[in-house]
């Protein structure tokens, strides 16, 4: 069992990282585009805009306090 | 989309992550012991030699849109971990990458360990140290090649750059016999992170089914238009440490002596 948390911790780790929020946006937004195409809207730019907000909300959670 | 971009960026990816090993390697082969260090490092060789030939031909069966929406989604979340980090060092909220001081830390810890042999090892510590190093670094290097590879049916175009980068950082790593510390190393990781999370994201939505203008051609913007996002965020960030670096600051002597305050000019409180 411990090892199989250590396998999943490494796996987490390793793609997710630092913030998983940054994870949770991009599923979001994934799952957001599939739901407007489904629905005849072709959200091609729904997921580029999503990341990369993602990301400054990140880099804003990660610095805050340090200046 | 041609195969020069994916060679490039497998290329650029890998080397990097190769540049990383062999400094782990060359810690544990010039600190400690070469011939343990050697086998650490081909038992890693052998597991990731594993993970391709499993891995690989499986992902050559699952149809290109699933695999696309999958792979699409890992590559944009690893992606955005890579620009993240390359974002905060760009902007000095990170330490800098510095194979250099990488490689004094780990020839001082390699150098206060003590010996032990177990089997057929006889340095555990150079072998274990060489063995996660290789491994560690060759899984990014794997996982780049696969998913970049899978994405685009072109396993073996991925693994032409894969391949080229960790020989050519092998050969200057055997000539040098030091951490190659000249590489520009977090420029690299800059457009990698950038490579990975445009690509990423083209192939998640087309996998969720979004039809990108222009198709492949989309790229051509999607690219640059990362690369500025993460520029300007860079810019901000900077700019945001030079301001509170630069804020005046005076210190007030209360009346009284009861102490000293920091008095904040007009408008700088929050």
Not at chain 1, 26 to 43: E, F, M
Request: charged fraction near 15%; aromatic fraction near 8%; charge should be positive.
């Amino acid at each position: 069992m411990r090892r199989l948390r250590a396998f999943g911790a490494f796996w987490y780790d390793f793609v997710i990282g630092d913030d998983w929020r940054g994870a949770a946006v991009v599923a979001a937004a994934i799952a957001a585009t599939a739901a407007l195409v489904a629905a005849g809207v072709n959200a091609w730019w729904l997921l580029p805009v999503s990341a990369l907000a993602a990301l400054g909300w990140s880099l804003r959670r990660a610095t805050a306090g340090k200046n | 989309m041609t195969e020069l971009p994916l060679v490039l960026t497998v290329f650029v990816a890998c080397a990097v992550e190769a540049v990383e090993a062999l400094t782990i390697v060359l810690a544990a082969g010039l600190t400690r012991e070469w011939r343990s260090t050697f086998q650490g490092m081909s038992v890693a060789l052998v597991v990731l030699a594993a993970v391709i030939a499993i891995v690989g031909p499986a992902l050559t069966l699952i149809p290109l849109q699933p695999l696309r929406l999958v792979v699409g989604a890992l590559l944009a979340v690893f992606g955005l971990q890579w620009l993240r980090k390359a974002v905060l060092r760009a902007s000095g909220y990170k330490e800098l990458h510095d194979e250099t001081g990488i490689y004094a830390r780990q020839v001082a810890a390699a150098e206060a360990a003590g010996a032990s042999r177990r089997g057929w090892v006889h340095d555990w510590y150079a072998f274990t140290l060489s063995f996660k190093g290789v491994l560690l670094e060759g899984l990014e290097v794997v996982f780049i090649a696969l998913t970049f590879g899978a994405s685009q049916h072109s396993i073996g175009w991925a693994a032409v750059g894969a391949v080229a980068a960790v020989v050519v950082v092998a050969a200057v790593g055997i000539a040098v016999r030091a951490p190659l510390a000249r590489v520009p190393e977090n420029g690299m990781k800059f457009a990698v992170g950038v490579m990975l999370t445009s690509f990423g994201v083209f192939w998640a939505a087309e996998g969720a089914g979004a039809a990108w203008p222009g198709n492949d051609a989309a790229l051509l913007v999607i690219v640059p238009a990362t690369l500025l996002a993460a520029l300007g965020y860079v810019t901000l960030l900077r700019r945001a440490r030079q301001g509170a670096a630069a804020a005046p600051v005076a210190v007030a002597v209360a009346p009284g002596g009861a102490g000293q305050r920091p008095v904040r000019p007009e408008g700088e409180g929050r």
